[in-house]
């Protein structure tokens, strides 16, 4: 992982939610299972993970929605659609942001860490991503 700057703004694709993340996040990582996909509509998803404390919602709000009821909820803007977000249920302690909300996503580069590497697509390779473990 590249040095991260100390506060890290993002948002939404139309600017109604805005956030902003302080310190390191705690892993920065891949995951490749299906609903991921099509929550994002890309291929796989990279994933920056912040304590519910290291990040303030400073603009609008991060709609919801339970792609797993009891496990998992997602977050988007509500006006444009954008993703921006993802949390394990029960009541989640730390939020998963997707990198590509971040305005610097440049400085949040995955570890090779890959979770649910069984869903990853077959022709989607990620240069030296590799990594063996399961999860
Ligand atoms: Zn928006
Ligand atoms: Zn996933």
Same mark, same amino acid.
């Given at each position: 992982?590249?040095?991260? !700057?100390?506060? #890290? /703004?993002? %948002?939404? &694709?139309?600017?109604?939610?805005?956030?902003?993340?302080?310190?390191?996040? /705690?892993? +920065?990582?891949?995951? @490749?299972?299906?609903?991921?996909?099509?929550?994002?509509?890309?291929? +796989? $998803?990279?994933?920056? *993970?912040?304590? #519910?404390? $290291?990040? !303030?919602? !400073?603009? %609008?709000?991060?709609? /919801?929605?339970? =792609?797993?009821?009891?496990?998992?909820?997602?977050?988007?803007?509500?006006?444009?659609? =954008?993703? &921006?977000?993802?949390? =394990? #249920?029960?009541?989640?302690?730390?939020?998963?942001?997707?990198?590509?909300?971040?305005?610097?996503?440049?400085? *949040?580069?995955?570890?090779? /860490?890959?979770?649910?590497?069984?869903?990853? #697509?077959?022709? &989607? @390779?990620?240069?030296? $991503?590799?990594?063996?473990?399961? @999860?």
């Amino acid at each position: 992982m590249s040095n991260t !700057t100390e506060r #890290l /703004k993002g %948002g939404c &694709l139309c600017g109604a939610v805005q956030f902003v993340a302080t310190g390191q996040p /705690k892993a +920065v990582y891949w995951c @490749h299972c299906q609903s991921c996909r099509r929550h994002t509509g890309a291929p +796989v $998803a990279v994933f920056a *993970l912040y304590d #519910l404390k $290291a990040y !303030t919602v !400073t603009k %609008g709000e991060i709609t /919801k929605f339970d =792609s797993t009821p009891g496990q998992t909820r997602r977050g988007f803007c509500a006006r444009c659609g =954008s993703t &921006l977000t993802c949390e =394990s #249920l029960p009541g989640p302690t730390e939020t998963h942001f997707h990198i590509g909300a971040f305005d610097q996503a440049a400085q *949040l580069e995955p570890t090779k /860490k890959q979770y649910f590497k069984e869903e990853r #697509l077959p022709w &989607l @390779h990620i240069g030296d $991503a590799e990594d063996t473990s399961v @999860h």
